[in-house]
């Protein structure tokens, strides 16, 4: 029921930046939490941030200081601002929201950082 559309994902170089987006087909009151994973070629899927419905926020260690995760309730979209990024941030990204005790997910998009 619930439809998460993913954008912003793209070719960036070592230190830049790119900022994903997540909207989300229903109301963020109606979402506990929302988070990103990503997966690298040859690695198991990883959580990268997520941001409960109170604002509280959660960072994998590899990624604290540089990427920030942060909602907009009005326009029902989660965002993850990635800044300084690293050839190693390379993967497909997906953006998940749990609802109603069941977890979505996205379609997922690539961010590829060149050295």
């Known amino acids: 029921q619930v439809q998460l559309v993913e954008s912003g994902g793209g070719l960036v170089q070592a230190g830049g930046s790119l900022r994903l987006s997540c909207v989300a087909s229903?109301?963020?009151?109606?979402?506990?939490?929302m988070g990103w994973h990503r997966q690298a070629p040859g690695k198991q899927r990883e959580l990268v941030a997520d941001?409960?419905?109170?604002?509280?926020?959660y960072y994998a260690d590899s990624v604290k200081g540089r990427f920030t995760i942060s909602r907009d309730s009005a326009k029902n979209t989660a965002y993850l601002q990635m800044n300084s990024l690293k050839p190693e941030d390379t993967a497909v990204y997906y953006c998940?929201?749990?609802?109603?005790?069941?977890?979505?997910w996205g379609q997922g998009t690539q961010v590829t950082v060149s050295s």
């Open positions: 998940d929201a749990d609802s109603n005790y069941r977890r979505y």
């Open positions: 229903i109301s963020m009151v109606s979402i506990n939490e």
């Open positions: 941001i409960t419905s109170g604002g509280r926020t």
